[in-house]
Nanobody, 128 residues
Framework: VQLVESGGGLVQPGGSLRLSCAAS????????VGWFRQAPGKEREAVSC????????NYADSVKGRFTIARDGAKNNVYLQMDNLKPEATGLYLCAADSSPPALSNLCVLNEGFFGAWGQGTQVSVSS
């Protein structure tokens, strides 16, 4: 099981970035996925998640309407489109995933404990 993030960088406030996460070692279409953010000196916080079925997505209140999570189910790739970025979005963005049994395929939870596999992260800096 491996998760590899990419797409981070430096962007000005109001700009956009698209993060990608390549997940391997999972059976396609059976994993819930999530994005979390770790800012310096702060606790890790959940940003967004998507259920294994793709039918459920959840977002932190701070990013609703500006961030969009998506996936390429056939390849287990996960994306986070981030628009109208604000300086407080700065941090290390980590991709997370975990297998979901069929009965829970519509569930995702914005909580670290819901996910068992983690990537190393990609750094996002929002600054003028």
């Amino acid at each position: 099981v491996q998760l590899v993030e990419s797409g981070g960088g430096l962007v000005q406030p109001g700009g956009s970035l698209r993060l990608s996460c390549a997940a391997s070692g999972f059976t396609a279409g059976t994993i819930a996925v999530g994005w979390f953010r770790q800012a310096p000196g702060k606790e890790r916080e959940a940003v967004s998640c998507m259920s294994a079925s793709g039918g459920t997505t959840n977002y932190a209140d701070s990013v609703k309407g500006r961030f969009t999570i998506a996936r390429d189910g056939a390849k287990n790739n996960v994306y986070l489109q981030m628009d109208n970025l604000k300086p407080e979005a700065t941090g290390l963005y980590l991709c997370a995933a975990d297998s979901s049994p069929p009965a829970l395929s519509n569930l995702c939870v914005l909580n670290e404990g819901f996910f068992g596999a983690w990537g190393q992260g990609t750094q996002v800096s929002v600054s003028s």
